[in-house]
């Protein structure tokens, strides 16, 4: 499988567990993955995951779809679902890429999960903003820190030119707001 192909094109991929993830990928020769990752293997790095040629089963264009979410199957999928459970520093990735499909399909997976997405929140900004450690680094998850939260929310709407993602940042920060104000009036 030629993975250079698939440069700069929406893609899905199917995982040697057998996920499957819709997105926009950049092709990572061996170098630059071993460079960047320390993993000597070419890879596709579709914002924030990195697939490498022996973890990918297959690699489908998704270019010559346009259906109601365009060259994607779902408003958003599994890539999104897992940055709500892996918490700030993924779903931070992919609201500060460049892909507004990519930050709309984050943003609609936040409002559509907003309960999930409350319920892993914590007070205050990501421990390494303060020269700490986050406490499972380890595994991967964490928590989505709420200062953090609505910093990232904040930047969408003061820098971002997509009006559609600005209105769906502004929601999300309204609905922060009220359900925050409710559980400490509550308290």
């Not at 270019?63 to 940055?83: I, M, Q, R, T």
């Not at 943003?107 to 205050?124: I, K, S, Y």
């Amino acid at each position: 499988m030629d993975l250079k192909q698939f440069d700069n094109k929406c893609v899905r991929i199917t995982d040697i567990f057998g996920e499957a993830y819709e997105g926009i990928v950049s092709y990572d020769s061996e170098e630059y993955a071993f460079h960047e990752y320390g993993r000597n293997q070419e890879a596709l790095h579709m914002t924030p995951m990195v697939f490498y040629r022996d973890d990918i089963v297959s690699v489908e264009s998704l270019e010559d779809v346009n259906g109601p979410y365009g060259h994607y199957s779902e408003k958003y999928g599994l890539l999104e679902k897992k940055c709500l459970e892996w918490g700030t520093d993924m779903i931070e990735e992919v609201l500060d890429s460049e892909d507004d499909t990519g930050v709309s399909r984050m943003l609609d997976c936040m409002t559509d999960n907003f309960t999930l997405l409350t319920e892993n929140a914590v007070p205050g900004l990501a421990p390494w903003r303060t020269g700490g450690m986050a406490e499972d680094a380890e595994s991967g998850q964490g928590p989505v820190y709420l200062e953090e939260l609505r910093n990232m929310l904040g930047s969408l709407v003061k820098y971002n030119d997509y009006k559609e993602n600005v209105k769906k940042a502004e929601d999300l920060l309204e609905r922060l707001k009220e359900s925050f104000e409710d559980e400490t009036d509550r308290q």
